[in-house]
């Protein structure tokens, strides 16, 4: 497992299974229990809290990692490796976390 792979995840009831991007720093995969994650969702808004996602990192069709949906997870959720974000892309990423926790240094605000 590494940050800003893409997993399937079995959550509880009402979650159920859900596509989720790892978030959690590579070191903390060979310690930890759980992992922080953003669901990732087909419904697509075009907010500045999502980073459109589809076949290039592995999925069937567009879809949006939604950083509004922060969450940990248990390493025994996690099932399957679906793909990767590029690295070139991995800046998207926090500039959306930036703006769904209003940190304005992250989103070029400041």
């Not at 893409?6 to 995969?29: C, F, N, Q, T």
């Not at 999502?50 to 969450?71: I, Q, S």
């Not at 025994?76 to 800046?91: C, D, E, F």
């Amino acid at each position: 497992m590494k940050q800003y792979e893409l997993w399937w995840a079995e959550r509880p009831k009402p979650g159920g299974r859900r596509l989720v991007l790892l978030l959690s720093r590579d070191s903390a995969y060979a310690y930890l229990n759980k992992y922080i994650v953003v669901e990732i969702t087909s419904t697509i808004r075009n907010i500045a809290v999502e980073v459109p996602l589809g076949k290039t990192e592995g999925l069937a069709r567009p879809c949006v990692a939604n950083c509004d949906n922060v969450r940990t997870v248990s390493r025994s959720t996690l099932t399957g490796r679906i793909g990767h974000l590029a690295a070139g892309r991995h800046a998207e990423v926090k500039r959306a976390l930036g703006h769904s926790l209003a940190w304005d240094e992250l989103i070029g605000a400041a």
